[in-house]
T-cell receptor, first 112, second 114 residues
């Protein structure tokens, strides 16, 4: 089955700097890659997703890139702010009903 | 308000005492799922359901049971809880079963088994 590896497990950046979180997946049939953000004590919430027919997607300060050949995708956060501090999870899925497989998460700390 | 609800939010119990964590969604979602979250291990899927009366094992189903008798409800049952089931549990649902649908998570249930 699908296996998703996520790095780094923890990341500290200065406010205003960029943060990059990387994930690799094992199953070349995977074609949907969402990212979830979990603030302390809260539930995970979708922040951005990308499908395999697209190489990059942006939403304000957040972007996701996908390299299907290398089977990896990344989350980029620019101009980080303290409220970006959270745990971020990547995930991958194969279409037609197979469950999402999550990475182990990255704890991002933005230092003011 | 569209939401996924879980009850109880917090539970402390003892080994062997059967318990049920309820999950309900009011969005008419087809797909429902249970995860457990443990430090350093991320979100691991316990069971999922693609429709009423259809359930499947996830990555860590041992020690758990589920049922999907109605579309909106997906209870998680621990017949004989053990300390290694101490964890934070999340229920989630999504509109369809294509694998491309956003999953909406419940608020979580923190379970401690003594």
């Amino acid at each position: 089955g699908e296996n998703v590896e996520q790095h780094p497990s923890t990341l500290s950046v200065q406010e205003g700097d960029s943060a990059v979180i990387k994930c690799t997946y094992s199953d070349s049939a995977s074609n949907y890659f969402p990212w979830y953000k979990q603030e302390l004590g809260k539930r995970p919430q979708l922040i951005i997703d990308i499908r395999s027919n697209v190489g990059e997607k942006k939403d304000q300060r957040i972007a996701v890139t996908l390299n299907k050949t290398a089977k990896h995708f990344s989350l980029h956060i620019t101009e980080t702010q303290p409220e970006d501090s959270a745990v971020y999870f990547c995930a991958a899925s194969i279409p037609k009903g197979t469950p999402l497989v999550f990475g182990k998460g990255t704890r991002l700390s933005v230092i003011a | 308000e569209a939401q996924v609800t879980q009850n109880p939010r917090y539970l402390i119990t003892v080994t062997g005492k059967k318990l049920t964590v309820t999950c309900s969604q009011n969005m008419n979602h087809e797909y429902m799922s249970w995860y457990r979250q443990d430090p350093g291990l991320g979100l691991r899927q316990i069971y999922y359901s693609m429709n009423v009366e259809v359930t499947d094992k996830g990555d860590v189903p041992e020690g758990y049971k589920v049922s999907r008798k109605e579309k909106r409800n997906f209870p998680l049952i621990l017949e004989s809880p053990s300390p290694n089931q101490t964890s934070l549990y999340f229920c989630a649902s999504s509109l369809g079963t294509s694998g491309w649908d956003t999953q909406y998570f419940g608020p979580g249930t923190r379970l401690t088994v003594l």
